[in-house]
């Protein structure tokens, strides 16, 4: 049962940037006032003082591998994982076991989902060569995914000739791993034989990256189709979204491909390796100015968990891949302390603009009559991403050692706090996310 909460004191970033030293009642699952010296007989209070108030994170990329590869990952962990990060609500997708091709593999995760998940959940279909109706009717799912390149077996949907009937009916939004698998086979027969996992950012190169965001623009544009391009990762993509991107096209970026580049794999081997690949720390630059600029729209993990010993394969053995959901906000709040961006530019990119693009109603925002999805952020105190904190079933992160401040200290869901002090409070569920068609 929601009990009544009454925030005191805190820094409350509320919509369009503006700041407000004050308190948040909620009432039933949902903001009831906001103000100051708010007053509640019944209200468990919270108290908010030197700690900062933001809306609950909005993850629009994750894998969380249930059903099918829990070794790696399930909801439960995953969700763990969220709500310790700050993280209130994801979108997960369909690469599972079995795929998320059909309405009985949606609703599987659904259920599983109610059953195990701390925070809100949505869950996309995957496009293959021959699911169209699915892909229009499956409800409720946030949108198709198309893997244009990286991957193998049903799911993979490389070709103009397949991917154009999937943009030319229907209305859901089409989000498209953009990567040329045509080049990409090419030039993993180029560099066979070669161990070093460097090797994997000129295999799945620039060019590979340019050659299918390209062919989803124009596709997009020819259907005038809501597109939304994952995990940009290069500069030249970047670039060419600034002059070609229409109203029906948006686009993220991971703090991977912000924060990492190619002088990861010295550091950190297999670990930086993932799809698509890191880059130089020149797309670093590039990236950051063109979410700055508003060219990028949002920030997604792309929450790609694989176990230490999977990792420790030989490349190109090793799975592509790494988590994410726990450090992707103190990430970009530590950003924003350094003066890269602004803490209200965090929200928007983490928080209010995903659930703008999905059409997810009354979340990324601290307005009255919105959900309490919200989280209480100390951006005072610097401590380390360390693995034995980690609630990741994987047990690692590409960010371990790293002094991190924006560090979540209780992490509200509808109204029910799933972090409590820091502490997970694990019988708490959160809800099937609605979108707005």
Not at 240 to 262: A, D, F, G
Not at 316 to 333: A, C, D, I, Q, R
Request: aromatic letters at 6%; charged letters at 25%.
């Amino acid at each position: 049962m929601t009990s009544d909460l009454l925030i005191k004191q805190a820094e409350i970033v509320l919509p369009e940037g503006e700041l407000l030293l004050g308190d948040v009642l909620v009432q039933q699952g949902k903001i009831a006032e906001i103000g100051t010296a708010l007053h509640s007989e019944s209200a468990r209070i919270i108290d908010g003082k030197g700690l900062t108030l933001l809306p609950g994170v909005i993850d629009p990329q994750v894998h969380f591998r249930e059903p099918g590869l829990e070794h790696k990952e399930d909801l439960f962990t995953a969700s763990c994982a969220c709500a310790k990060g700050g993280v209130t609500s994801f979108l997960e997708m369909p690469n599972t076991k079995p795929l998320t091709t059909t309405q009985a593999a949606l609703d599987d995760k659904l259920n599983r989902a109610k059953e195990k998940c701390l925070v809100n959940y949505g869950f996309f279909m995957g496009a293959t060569a021959d699911n169209l109706d699915d892909l229009r009717e499956a409800s409720p799912a946030c949108g198709i995914k198309i893997f244009m390149g990286s991957q193998h077996g049903a799911l993979l949907v490389s070709t103009e000739e397949e991917i154009e009937p999937i943009f030319a009916k229907g209305d859901r939004i089409i989000a498209v791993h953009a990567e040329d698998q045509a080049r990409i086979m090419e030039r993993r027969k180029e560099f066979a034989g070669i161990s070093d996992p460097a090797i994997h950012s000129q295999i799945q190169d620039e060019e590979a990256a340019l050659n299918a965001t390209k062919l989803a623009v124009k596709l997009a544009n020819k259907y005038q189709r809501r597109l939304h391009i994952l995990h940009l990762s290069t500069g030249i993509e970047a670039e060419y979204l600034r002059t070609h991107k229409t109203p029906w096209i948006s686009t993220e970026v991971t703090p991977q491909h912000l924060l990492l580049n190619t002088e990861a794999y010295e550091k950190i081997g297999t670990l930086a390796q993932m799809n698509p690949p890191l880059r130089s720390p020149q797309n670093n630059e590039i990236l950051w100015k063109a979410l700055l600029d508003g060219v990028i729209d949002c920030i997604a993990t792309d929450h790609a968990p694989h176990t230490l010993e999977e990792k420790a394969k030989p490349y190109p053995h090793s799975p592509s891949g790494m988590p994410g959901v726990e450090t992707s906000l103190v990430l970009m709040l530590t950003e924003a302390k350094k003066g890269r961006c602004s803490v209200e530019q965090v929200v928007k990119w983490m928080c209010t603009n995903p659930a703008k693009l999905y059409k997810i109603p009354n979340k990324g925002e601290i307005k009255i009559g919105y959900d309490a999805d919200l989280i209480l952020v100390d951006l005072n105190n610097y401590r380390p991403v360390l693995k034995e904190n980690l609630s990741t079933k994987c047990g690692w992160s590409p960010f371990e050692g790293w002094e991190l401040t924006g560090w979540p200290v209780y992490t509200i869901v509808n109204g029910n706090i799933a972090l409590d002090n820091g502490q997970l409070c694990t019988d708490v569920r959160g809800k099937a996310l609605t979108f707005e068609s």
